[in-house]
């Protein structure tokens, strides 16, 4: 079978074409501009290619629900120009094949849980730390969308006392993950590119805090059977050290499960080289041919 991939990312979009066990034949990447510059790139690299079934897995916002008029829309992005848009009905206008659509962390999940590490397990998390924090959850052969989906990179967090950063959140302001933890939030709390921060301990120590009780939050919520964390953010490794430590200090031994006391192969980078992405969306569209 012959399958296309679309990773819609809110600088890039990924475009692939692979097969059903997670070959990747070809890829390129697209600039996302404006739709109306970025959709007719889409649709002609796609449009001669055979491809039997499209996945798409879309920065967001997004509608999810199959009964909604808005099902396939990027709803209420901080991207303007994508506000509103109807994804999904563009691409299906120009390509007559079956689509599977869905956010682009859970496209991830499904790409580690289908083809990666996460092979067998039933319930999984991902969790991307870039230029926002998202979550995709795998939950028993499906993706939780729930009323929407998840956006738990918002999730509330205790400020530290001795960090007087404002936050970059519009909605929650010191409040939540994402305006104190994702990648523009380190720039801007620390006056640097986060790359460049990383000889400095105390970015990191209070960067793993922040990501360690979001983690608690979500082990107690969702219990899942393991945690994957992506993104720019994630490629300062000495992270995960501190997380998984940090993580277990704030459970404080209320959760005790075999995965927990293996912390290492608990929370843990992603594993498919940073084409999870764009792997699970070889299997949202084999999922959507499947009907
Ligand atoms: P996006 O979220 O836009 O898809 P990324 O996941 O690459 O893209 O996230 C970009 C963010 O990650 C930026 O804020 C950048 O500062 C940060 N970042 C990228 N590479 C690194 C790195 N090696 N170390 C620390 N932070 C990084
Ligand atoms: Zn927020």
Redesign the pocket.
């Known amino acids: 079978m012959k399958l296309g991939a679309l990773e819609a ?4 979009m990924v475009c692939a074409i692979g097969d059903e066990t997670g070959k990747i034949y070809e890829q390129v990447s697209i600039a996302t501009t404006t739709p109306e510059e970025t959709i007719p790139k889409l649709i002609a690299y796609f449009q001669d290619k055979q491809i039997d079934a499209l996945g798409i897995a879309s ?1 967001g916002p997004v509608e999810l629900d199959p009964a909604s008029e808005k099902y396939g829309y990027i709803t209420t992005t901080s991207k303007l120009a994508w506000t509103n848009f109807d994804f999904l009905g563009s691409m299906k206008a120009a390509l007559k094949c079956p689509m599977g659509f869905d956010t ?1 962390v859970n496209g991830s999940v499904l790409g580690e849980v289908t083809f990666g590490q996460a092979k067998g397990k039933h319930c999984v998390m991902y969790l ?5 924090i998202g979550a995709g959850v795998y939950i028993d052969g499906k993706l939780l969308h729930g009323m929407l989906h998840p956006e738990a990179g918002h999730i509330l967090i205790t400020k530290r006392d001795t960090d007087h950063y404002e936050g970059k959140c519009p909605y929650h302001k010191d409040h939540c993950l994402e305006g104190m933890a ?3 939030a ?2 801007a709390r620390w006056g640097k ?3 460049e ?2 000889d400095c301990p105390e970015v990191w120590d209070l960067e793993a805090d922040y990501l360690a009780q979001a983690l608690t939050n979500y082990v107690m919520v969702l219990s899942p059977e393991m945690i994957i964390l ?7 490794e000495q992270l995960f050290p501190l997380i998984r430590k940090k993580l277990i200090t704030y459970i404080n031994g209320y959760v005790i499960t075999e995965e927990l006391e293996d912390p290492e192969h608990y929370v843990v980078p992603a594993s498919l080289h940073d084409d999870q992405g764009i792997m699970g969306c070889l299997e949202l569209a084999r999922r959507a041919l499947e009907g």
């Open positions: 990312g809110g600088t890039k920065f682009d991307t730390v870039g230029t926002g994702a990648g523009p380190i720039e590119k986060a790359v921060l990383a992506g993104g720019g953010v994630m490629h300062q």
